[in-house]
C-alpha cells in the first residue's frame, strides 16, 4: 500500500467537477457533507467552461468519460514511494518508448474489460481485422463520439494521439494554474504530507474499506492518491491488470474516514439511500440487468444529470457498482444481504430454516 | 361477530380539531406512513375559524377533542345499521335527552382507553368510588391540565360539562359547515359508502384488526367508522359502555395495501425509510429486547415523552411495533411476525431464484 500525490488526479477530479457540479454538490448535500467548492475551484470551471475551443471540449469529455484511464494515459516513471509528489509535468511522457508502454497498457485493458479476450488476441486482431476493433469500441455506452475519437486514435495513430494529450493537458494546466487551484492544492497536500504520517491515510484507506465492505485482491499493489480539489469525493476503488488505485480526496483522510463508521450508521444511511422511490426502481431494473446508465435515462425519463446524482448516492452507499470502463452499473447485491442481516441482527429476529 | 360500517359526522370535527390542535405532529406522522397530506381548503378556512375564535371554551374543547378523542366520541350514538350516517344535529339530539349516560360511557372510555385502567378498576371508580378517578388524573402527565380539567367537571358537575359541551358543538358545527368542510366530506363520504361492499369492509376491517394485533369483543358489534377529513385518524380502537369500534379511514385502498399480508414496494420502502430514522431504529431496538413502556423508552434514549410517543405512533401506524396495556402502562413490543415478512421481501431482492421483483 502505496500512498502520495499524482497531481494529474487532481487536475482530472477538477475536470470532472466542472462538468458535473450540480450533481457532485447535490450528493454530498444529500449525505449530509458539509461542502463547499474553494473559490480557485469555481473559478477554475468557469474559465475552463468559457473556452470555447473545439481541442478543450473534446480533451475535458474525454478526461471526464475516461477518467479511470488517467494512470495508464500518464504513467509514473519514477519507483512509487509512500508520500512522492509527482506533478503533472512529469507524468507527461512523449519517448517513443513510453508511447509503446501506454498503448500496450491501454490495450490490456481493453481486450480484458470491453471485448473478453486476451491481450494477444487484441493485438492480432488490430493487426488483421482493424475495423472490427473500430467497431467494438463504438459498443461502449455511455461514451460520446469525442471519447470515441480518441481511443481510435490511440489504438491507430499513437503518436498524434500522444500529441493531442500533451498539448491539451499543458494547455488546461495554464487553466488550473491560473485560477490559484494548483497552488491552494499543492500547498494543501505538501503541508500535510509533511505533517502527517501515511499510516493515517492508511488508517482512513481501511475505514472505507469497512465502510463499503470492499475486500481488494492482496496480491496487486494498491495506490492511494490524494486529491485536494473536491476534498469530500473518491473515485471508488479502481482495479487495473497490475495494481489498485483509490483516488481519495484529503478531508476524506482528515474527516469522513477518520475513523471507522459505526455499522448502525452505515445501515441508517444505507437503508435511507434505499428507501427513495426514485432509486428503489432503479435498483429494481438493475437487479434484472446490469445496464449502462444511459439506459437508466431512457428507462426512468429523468434528466442525465438527475440520474448522476442517483448514481452518486447509490454508488457511496455501496449499493451500485459501476464499471468505470464500460460505465455499467450492476448491482452490488452483497451489500443488500448484508443490510438485511444486520437488520436481522439488530432486532434478535432470526432466519426461519425452512 | 358483527361488523357495521357507517358513518359518525363528530369524528370529522374531531379529527379536524386534532390536526388544529398538533399540526406539525400529524404532518410528521404523516410523513413518516408516506403520504403526502395537504390541508384542502376546507380544512384550512375551519382552522382559520378557530384560530380566530378567542371563546375559552372552544380553545378547550379543540384541545380536549384533540387529546382524548376515541373516548369523546362515546358522546354519540352509533349508526343503527350498516351504512347509516348519524349527523351532528343528531349526536346533540340526543346528548340533550341523555346527556348523563352519554358522560358516564365517555368516563368509562377515558378510565379505559386514556387511562389504560382495568375492568375491575373502572367498575370500582364508577360504582361511586370517585377518588380513584381524581388520582388517576392527577398522575396522568401526558394530558394536558385543560384534559384533566374536562375530565373532573365531567365526574363532579354533569350539568356545567353539559352546558359548555353543547355550547362549544354549535360553534364547531358551524365552523364545520361554514369552511365547506361538511359538504366535502359528505360526498366523498357517499363516493366511498357506494362503491365499497359489505363484504370488503369486512375484509379490510378483519385485516386491519390483525395487522394492529386488536382483539375485539365477540359479545358486541363492532363499529366501523370512517372519517375523510385526515390521511391519518391518530385512533385506532376504543370500547366503553359495551360499545366499541375503530376508525378507518376513508382512502380504504390506501389500508388495504397496508393491511394486506403481501408486502409491498411502498411498504418495504416505509419501513426501510422509518427503520432509518436514528431514534426510530433505537426505539425498535429497544422493544425487540423487551416490551417497555413510553417512560422507559423516555429515560432509555434521553428523549422527551412526547417525541417518544411520536415515534411510537408512526412505528405503531406501520404495525412494526404492538401495544398491550398491562397496570395502567401500554408496553410496546416489536411486531416480528410483520417485520419478518417486509424482510423477506427484502431478502427476495438478491436471491436469484426469487422473482417476484421482476
Known amino acids: ?354 | 361477530m358483527r361488523m357495521v360500517p357507517g358513518y359518525v359526522e363528530l369524528v370529522e370535527i374531531l379529527m379536524a380539531c386534532a390536526y388544529a390542535d398538533k399540526e406539525s405532529y400529524f404532518d410528521s406522522v404523516s410523513e413518516d406512513l408516506g403520504v403526502d397530506f395537504k390541508p384542502g381548503e376546507e380544512l384550512v378556512r375551519f382552522l382559520r375559524f378557530l384560530r380566530d375564535d378567542s371563546n375559552w371554551p372552544i380553545k378547550v374543547a379543540v384541545n380536549v377533542f384533540s387529546e382524548i378523542k376515541d373516548s369523546v366520541i362515546f358522546f354519540c350514538d352509533m349508526p343503527p345499521s350498516s351504512g347509516k350516517i348519524v349527523t351532528v344535529e343528531e349526536t346533540m339530539e340526543s346528548l340533550k335527552n341523555d346527556f348523563r349516560g352519554k358522560a358516564r360511557c365517555v368516563v368509562e372510555s377515558i378510565l379505559l382507553n386514556n387511562l389504560n385502567f382495568s375492568k375491575e378498576e373502572v367498575e370500582r371508580a364508577l360504582g361511586g368510588d370517585l377518588n380513584i378517578v381524581a388520582e388517576a388524573v392527577d398522575r396522568a402527565s401526558d394530558l394536558s391540565e385543560n384534559t384533566t380539567w374536562f375530565i373532573t367537571q365531567l365526574v363532579n358537575f354533569p350539568q356545567q360539562s353539559q352546558e359548555i359541551l353543547m355550547f362549544a358543538l354549535t360553534v364547531l358545527k358551524r365552523y364545520y359547515e361554514d369552511s365547506g368542510l361538511r359538504k366535502k366530506n359528505l360526498g366523498c363520504i357517499n363516493e366511498t359508502m357506494e362503491s365499497f361492499g359489505q363484504e370488503e369492509y369486512k375484509e379490510v376491517a378483519s385485516g386491519f384488526l390483525e395487522l394492529y394485533g386488536v382483539t375485539a369483543r365477540d359479545e358486541s358489534p363492532l363499529y366501523l367508522l370512517l372519517q375523510n377529513t385526515l390521511q391519518y385518524p391518530g385512533v385506532r380502537y376504543a370500547y366503553a359502555c359495551d360499545k366499541q369500534f375503530v376508525v378507518l379511514n376513508n382512502q380504504l385502498k390506501q389500508l388495504e395495501e397496508i393491511v394486506n399480508p403481501y408486502i409491498t414496494d411502498h411498504i418495504l420502502r416505509l419501513f426501510l425509510k422509518n427503520f432509518s430514522d436514528p431514534t426510530k431504529m433505537q426505539i425498535m431496538v429497544a422493544v425487540s429486547q423487551e416490551p417497555r413502556y413510553v417512560d422507559e423508552l423516555a429515560k432509555l434514549l434521553g428523549l422527551s415523552k412526547a417525541t417518544i410517543s411520536y415515534h411510537l405512533s408512526s412505528l405503531g401506524e406501520l404495525a412494526l411495533v404492538t401495544g398491550r396495556k398491562d397496570r395502567r402502562r401500554i408496553y410496546f413490543s416489536l411486531n416480528r411476525k410483520r417485520i419478518e415478512s417486509i424482510i423477506k421481501r427484502l431478502e427476495a431482492f438478491y436471491e436469484e431464484s426469487d422473482d417476484s421483483w421482476k
Open chain 1, 1 to 354: 500500500m502505496i500512498a502520495g500525490y499524482f497531481e494529474i488526479y487532481d487536475l482530472t477530479m477538477a475536470i470532472h467537477f466542472s462538468l458535473n457540479t450540480g450533481p457532485v454538490e447535490k450528493v454530498l448535500k444529500t449525505l449530509g457533507v458539509d461542502y463547499e467548492p474553494t473559490k480557485e475551484l469555481i473559478d477554475f470551471r468557469d474559465t475552463l467552461l468559457q473556452d470555447g475551443e473545439w481541442t478543450t471540449r473534446m480533451y475535458t469529455t474525454f478526461m471526464n468519460e475516461l477518467g479511470v484511464m488517467a494512470p495508464i494515459l500518464f504513467p509514473i516513471k519514477q519507483k512509487m514511494l509512500d508520500g512522492m509528489i509527482v506533478t503533472i509535468e512529469e507524468s507527461l511522457n512523449i519517448s517513443d518508448e513510453g508511447l509503446q508502454m501506454i498503448r500496450e497498457r491501454f490495450i490490456q485493458v481493453f481486450a480484458d474489460r470491453r471485448l473478453k479476450v486476451s491481450h494477444e488476441t487484441l493485438i492480432k486482431m488490430l493487426l488483421e481485422q482493424p475495423s472490427e476493433v473500430a467497431r467494438a469500441i463504438d459498443t461502449i455506452e455511455g461514451i460520446s463520439t469525442d471519447t470515441i475519437w480518441f481511443i481510435n486514435q490511440l489504438f491507430f495513430f499513437p503518436r498524434t494521439a500522444m500529441d493531442f494529450l500533451v498539448a491539451n493537458t499543458l494547455k488546461i494546466l495554464k487553466l488550473y494554474e491560473k485560477s490559484g487551484l494548483r497552488e491552494l492544492n499543492l500547498k494543501t497536500i505538501r503541508n500535510y504530507l509533511e505533517n502527517q504520517s501515511s499510516q493515517k491515510i492508511k488508517d482512513a484507506f481501511s475505514n472505507y474499506l469497512d465502510y463499503y465492505d470492499i475486500t481488494p485482491d492482496e496480491s496487486k499493489p494498491l495506490y492511494i492518491a490524494l486529491q485536494n480539489s473536491v476534498s469530500h469525493t473518491n473515485s471508488g476503488l479502481m482495479t487495473y491488470p497490475t495494481f489498485h488505485l483509490l483516488i481519495m480526496g484529503l478531508e476524506e483522510v482528515t474527516q469522513d474516514f477518520s475513523g471507522r463508521i459505526p455499522r448502525e450508521v452505515r445501515l441508517q444511511s444505507l437503508l435511507k439511500m434505499l428507501s427513495d422511490e426514485t432509486r428503489f426502481r432503479i435498483l429494481k431494473r438493475l437487479n434484472t440487468q446490469p445496464v449502462p446508465q444511459k439506459r437508466l435515462v431512457e428507462f426512468t425519463g429523468l434528466a442525465k444529470s438527475t440520474i448522476s446524482y442517483h448514481m452518486g448516492l447509490l454508488f457511496k452507499s455501496s449499493l451500485i457498482d459501476i464499471d468505470p470502463f464500460s460505465n455499467i452499473v450492476s448491482v452490488r447485491k452483497e451489500t443488500l444481504r448484508k443490510a438485511a442481516a444486520d437488520i436481522r441482527n439488530l432486532l434478535a429476529i432470526k432466519e426461519k430454516k425452512l
